[in-house]
């Protein structure tokens, strides 16, 4: 029989690397990205381009940042952390989910004091923290103001889960979130039983779903409220993630320092569009958005993150192909995910004959 242990991580598994329903938007992500064939440039290549970009208006140094994912800490001991200071040391960007094990400023204090310039840009890394807009409003404008009082740069709202999907394997094998994983960034009063949280074993943790409905999510987020939202934050900038259909993204490029055209890495509508096939519908090439475009899902080779920028992103966030790698060997094997995406990044760069972000445009694909 298999052992708890075992069970466990199996379970972790599920949640973490499955998608919704019968998981079809899972499998497209990574079919998208592989049906855009590029055309290299035999004489213009050099491999000292310049890779420096913009996440919301800041300027970073790198087309790449980790996605918010939560509970990092489910994959490895104090995992927010070890994801935050990996990224900072290679001028990675990072969004930190609000559901994380260890508090914000914490990762904060992390991700600050081992950010650096590097060598292809003289910026530095960005560090966002990303919001659900909640039932309990009030908790979600104090996530903003600690945030600012960390020392972030920025904010991400997440407006595609008003309402959280059911995943099938998770209800399978009743998976919960353990409760000191919820604990995090929650003050103290919120948390019902203090008592069994203290305790933090699984038997006592609420499933995603319970936990989901408790903590998350106002499902009616308008105009209205994402300029509240946004007044909150400033003088920050706040990015909208989670847009798909081209209305959408005009209108929260409108609102917003930026958006990130995403489907939730397969675990929302399971059928969906994919990031790939929203960033062609949206046919803004050559960066004519005025707001800062990224995207997600699947991003996994350094030549993923060209083919987001060439349909008109000004990057692309990773989101699994990190927490495999935390989940596979932690720092180590982060650090060398993240070497080898920069590598692939800059090489494809130029092989494609790109010498900056800007010159990494639509007409690098294959439209055949
Ligand atoms: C386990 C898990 C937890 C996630 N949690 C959040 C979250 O708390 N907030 C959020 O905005 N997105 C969350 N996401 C979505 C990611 O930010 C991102 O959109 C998606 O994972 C990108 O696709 P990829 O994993 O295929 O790279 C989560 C994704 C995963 C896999």
Partial sequence: MEDSQKKLNRRIDEYYFGGSGGERTLRENRKGLDSLRLIPRAFQGSLSCDTTTNLGGVVVPLPIAVAPMAYLSLLAERGEETMARTAAKAGVSFVLSVRSAIPLEKVAETFIANRRA???????????????????SKLSFSFIDRAKSAGFDGFVLTVDT??????????????????????????????????????GDLSMGRSAAAFDDSLVQNPTIDVGVIADV????????????????PQDIELGGSISSGVVVSNHGGRQLDGAITAVDAMKIFGRCDRQFPKSLWMDGAVTFGSDVVRAIALGGDGAMVGKAFAKALRKGGESEVKKAISLIKEELQVAMALVGAQSVAEVTREIIFEG
Avoid: H, W
């Avoid at 590097?118 to 309990?136: E, N, P, R, V």
């Avoid at 929650?186 to 019902?192: A, T």
């Avoid at 946004?230 to 259909?245: D, H, S, T, Y």
């Fill in 118 to 136: 590097i060598a292809t840009s003289q910026a530095m890394a960005g560090l966002f923290f990303q919001i659900y807009l909640m039932k309990d």
């Fill in 162 to 199: 008003p309402y959280i999907f059911p995943r099938r394997r998770d209800r399978a094998n009743g998976f919960s979130i353990p409760e000191k994983m919820v604990r995090g960034n929650l003050p103290p009063s919120f948390i019902p039983n203090a008592e069994s949280a203290l305790a």
């Fill in 230 to 245: 946004a007044r909150a934050c400033a003088p920050m900038p706040l990015i909208l993630k989670g847009v798909m259909a």
